[in-house]
């Protein structure tokens, strides 16, 4: 193994490169020896400059996120004290970045003079997607910078931009589109010949100081932005931090900076945000579908169906590069489906997210037809009829029939036996489900369901394309409702005992909001339309006195103005007293006594089925691991991010209390989704958690 960092000397400037595979991460070792080369280059007086670079891929990627939580994290020299190095370096110092210049190599950065890179880089402070801010002075330096509105808003998107936005910016001070050692030794000696010298950017104040005399004008700003950021802690930390940079001297910024930012690392939510972040890099790795197996070549995708999930999934698709032909049963549908795909677009260029040129581009990879025959020649073909196995049939029989060898079929059923569809054909290793989640333009959750036959390839496909669409794939076993709307159901089991029993719609919703979810049941339902689950009761034979009694109303929700709320403006959900009327009268007639409901009972008789529902899911291997279920819910159905996911809450909660609640439900109400799971019951008498589980395969 080389040296992590080495040093060249060109012409009287030194050039620091950074060899620590494979994306430079900030690893204690890696930091003294950037700190010794440092020291080495100061003291050379042969050295007029200094160039910090990297080798490989990218230019430092971000802290080690293997050493948080153990001592190497903060062992000398820390970030902060390895940048407050590099500023007291007194000849003229440059990073030179390509790849991505992320969170702590950011920062890093900001320790130095200038910053010069590629074109083709990006640079970000990502930390908010760990629940964390920035912790090496990026909440100090960046705001500036750049300014603290701006500034804000870089930390709290956490999402990486292109170099050109930052050269506009002036974090980056030169783009250059290749050659990027080369050019940076000529900037930086450029600077040397001139005798330039630069303000380092701690020392910097224009951008800050008409905000110094009233700083508390900054309070409506972080109220601004962070309104949306409900619940999570580090957006609001983020905030204080940005305003610290205007209240205060550089070094005690950077104090309360890491102040806070030690509370967000040790705090559940950062715990549970970085568990997803490793839970979604676990999910790509599939059993059986290893690096060795090839996925195959998709240009062109067909899309069967352009109503509510057709359109989204084309969309997708389009976003993802892909050409798209949509196909519908006739010219009318066709027309409206796409109709709605445009008017979707142009919300976004409205809204600034997209350009007039990408719709346009995007709107080009679209066809429609109403003939089987334009599918020919697709690569891949994904269903999204109707939720009818007699349609799903007479839709795969006519597939099978016209597409190529090798060609893969998809279907987007939400709760249909994927072996079934792969049997209306005459190649089910061809065949699997692909389930989107509404609106699946937005969604990034996509369960991609394998079958008993489906063959490797077409899995590494899916995920391929998957990822393509921008979307988090997660692969999942065949059973009615696959793992997400199975647990969806169990959490639902309780939905109308618990309002008949004497909680309120509003009450039971907002415990669930209280616990971090972006709304509860029965404003979802309301949302969503009642007459949808009324509908399937129907096609069922099933019935649910509540929800079916608004539903023969004609009270279907949001769209109809009534539903469980009454809807005035149209949005803002008014407890109604007529639903309270008819979930009296109903308890009345099946004689249900009434009482007070507490929260906990709400939580106990709603996410503890869903909990014990994802153990049984496990132990049937419908999911390969606890990880999974986590990120189907964290991305599909809203389950709380800084809550990590129904398994991990489950761990961090205790499972032998889980266990406990399930049994004493269970002889209340003798409902199965009580009947407590044998592999929950294991693990809680074991003392053991769902991540011991995953890591022992226990
Ligand atoms: P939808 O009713 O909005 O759209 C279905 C479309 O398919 C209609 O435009 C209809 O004209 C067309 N269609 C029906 N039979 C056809 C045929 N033989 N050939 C060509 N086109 C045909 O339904 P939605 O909501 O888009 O659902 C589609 C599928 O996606 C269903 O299997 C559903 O279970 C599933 N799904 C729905 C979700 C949702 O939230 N709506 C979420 C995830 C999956």
Do not use: D, E, H, Q
């Given at each position: 193994m080389g040296d992590i960092v080495s040093t060249s000397a060109q012409d009287g400037i030194a050039v620091l490169t950074i060899d620590n595979p494979?994306?430079?991460?900030?690893s204690h070792a890696m930091r003294s020896a950037l700190d010794k080369a440092l020291q080495d280059a100061e003291a050379d007086s042969a050295v007029d400059a200094i160039v910090i670079a990297c080798s490989g891929r990218t230019f430092v990627a971000g802290a080690e996120i293997k050493e948080f939580g153990t001592d190497k994290a903060m062992a000398n020299p820390s970030l902060p004290e390895l940048i407050a190095h590099l500023e007291t370096i007194t000849k003229p110092t440059v990073a030179a970045i390509h790849g991505t210049a992320l969170g702590g190599g950011l920062e890093l950065s900001f320790g130095c003079d200038y910053r010069v890179a590629l074109a083709s880089s990006k640079v970000g402070l990502p930390e908010i997607n760990l629940g964390l801010i920035p912790g090496a002075g990026g909440t100090q330096r960046m705001p500036r910078l750049v300014g603290p509105e701006r500034a804000l808003d870089i930390i709290l998107s956490g999402k990486p931009f292109p170099v050109e936005a930052a050269h506009e910016d002036g974090i980056i001070d030169a783009v250059f589109e290749d050659d990027l050692i080369a050019n940076a030794v000529a900037f930086i000696r450029d600077k040397v010949q001139a005798g330039t010298t630069v303000t380092r950017i701690r020392d910097r104040d224009d951008k800050i100081a008409e905000w110094k005399d009233d700083p508390d004008r900054f309070d409506a700003v972080i109220a601004d932005k962070t309104k949306k950021k409900r619940g999570l802690d580090a957006p609001v930390a983020a905030g204080r931090a940005v305003k610290a940079a205007l209240t205060m001297e550089i070094e005690e910024g950077q104090k309360f900076e890491r102040d806070q930012f030690i509370a967000l690392m040790e705090g559940e939510q950062s715990v549970a945000q970085r568990h997803i972040f490793f839970a979604q890099r676990e999910a790509a790795k599939v059993p059986g579908v290893g690096k060795d197996v090839q996925a195959r070549t998709v240009r062109k995708v067909g899309v069967i169906g352009a109503g509510t999930m057709g359109g989204g999934i084309a969309m997708s698709l389009a976003n993802g590069g892909y050409d798209v032909t949509i196909l519908e049963m006739n010219r009318e549908a066709l027309d409206k489906g796409l109709d709605r795909v445009s008017k979707t677009y142009d919300i976004s260029v409205k809204r600034g997210s997209m350009t007039a040129d990408a719709k346009a581009k995007r709107m080009a990879r679209l066809s429609g037809t109403t003939s089987y025959d334009d599918l020919k020649d697709c690569d891949l073909i994904i269903e999204a009829v109707f939720e009818d196995i007699g349609v799903k049939e007479d839709v795969f029989g006519k597939l099978d029939k016209i597409v190529k060898d090798g060609a893969i079929l998809a279907s987007n059923t939400s709760y249909l036996d994927v072996d079934a569809i792969a049997g209306?054909?005459?190649?089910?290793?061809d065949v699997l489900g692909t389930h989107f989640f509404s609106p699946a333009n937005v969604m990034k959750l996509l369960e991609i369901v394998r079958g008993k036959e489906t063959s490797p390839d077409v899995i590494a496909t899916a995920l391929e394309v998957g990822k393509r669409a921008g979307k988090i794939p997660v692969v999942v076993g065949v059973c009615h409702g696959f793992v997400g709307n199975r647990m969806l159901e169990a959490r639902s089991a309780e939905a109308e005992d618990l309002l008949l029993e004497g909680a309120s719609p509003a009450q039971v919703d907002k415990a669930f909001r209280d616990f971090g979810w972006p709304m509860g049941p029965y404003q979802m339902s309301d949302l969503a339309g009642i007459d949808i689950g009324w509908r399937k009761r129907q096609a069922l034979g099933e019935r649910a006195e509540i929800a079916d009694t608004l539903a023969e109303k004609g009270d279907f929700g949001q769209k109809t103005g009534k539903g469980y709320y009454s809807y005035e403006d149209g949005r803002t959900p008014v407890p109604r007293g007529e639903t309270q009327a008819i979930i009296e009268r109903v308890a009345r007639e099946k004689s249900v006594e009434r009482r007070d409901i507490s929260d906990d009972e709400i939580m106990e008789r709603t996410l503890y089925p869903m909990i014990n529902e994802g153990a049984k899911i496990l132990e049937e291997g419908i999911a390969t691991r606890p990880s999974d279920i986590d990120v189907v819910w964290v991305y599909g159905y809203g389950f709380p991010v800084g809550k990590g996911g129904p398994m991990h809450w489950a761990d961090r909660h205790g499972l032998a209390t889980i266990v406990e609640r399930l049994e004493h439900w269970g002889k209340e109400t003798a409902k199965p989704v009580y009947e407590v799971s044998p592999l929950l019951r294991r693990l809680a008498d074991e003392g053991k958690s769902f991540s011991d589980f995953q890591k022992q395969g226990a």
């Open positions: 494979s994306v430079n991460a900030l209306f054909t005459g190649r089910p290793a």
